[in-house]
């Protein structure tokens, strides 16, 4: 599949980026092997799938949860009754 420059302009523009030439070239090459890599998926065959599947998953229990002093009791720093973290900017 051929990628032309002016496509590899559109979807850098899209997504905001910024492309000098040497760039686009790059990226024109590099756009047209992976849509060639998804022209050879289309090629793969289909498998059928499984016609049974199990589940191998136990089933949900119900277990008593820590009260929130227990919860807390570990935590270096707590405010209110709640875990206190660093500030974030």
Same mark, same amino acid.
């Given at each position: 599949?051929? $990628?032309?420059? &002016?496509? #590899?302009?559109? $979807?850098?523009? @899209? /997504? %905001?980026?910024?492309?000098? !030439? +040497? !760039?686009?070239? %790059?990226? *024109? !090459?590099?756009? /047209?092997?992976? @849509?060639?890599?998804? +022209?050879?998926?289309? +090629? $793969?065959? +289909?498998? &059928? /799938? !499984?016609? &049974?599947? /199990?589940? #191998?998953?136990?089933?949900?229990? #119900?277990?008593?949860? @820590? =009260?929130?002093?227990?919860?807390?009791?570990?935590?270096?720093? *707590? &405010?209110?009754?709640?875990?206190?973290?660093?500030? #974030? =900017?």
């Amino acid at each position: 599949m051929t $990628v032309d420059e &002016e496509e #590899v302009r559109h $979807v850098a523009s @899209l /997504a %905001r980026v910024d492309l000098d !030439e +040497e !760039e686009v070239d %790059r990226f *024109t !090459e590099q756009f /047209a092997d992976i @849509l060639d890599y998804f +022209e050879a998926l289309d +090629e $793969v065959p +289909e498998v &059928e /799938a !499984e016609a &049974e599947l /199990a589940n #191998v998953m136990r089933p949900d229990e #119900v277990h008593e949860g @820590l =009260s929130q002093e227990e919860a807390l009791q570990n935590a270096p720093e *707590t &405010e209110d009754g709640y875990f206190k973290g660093p500030k #974030v =900017s």
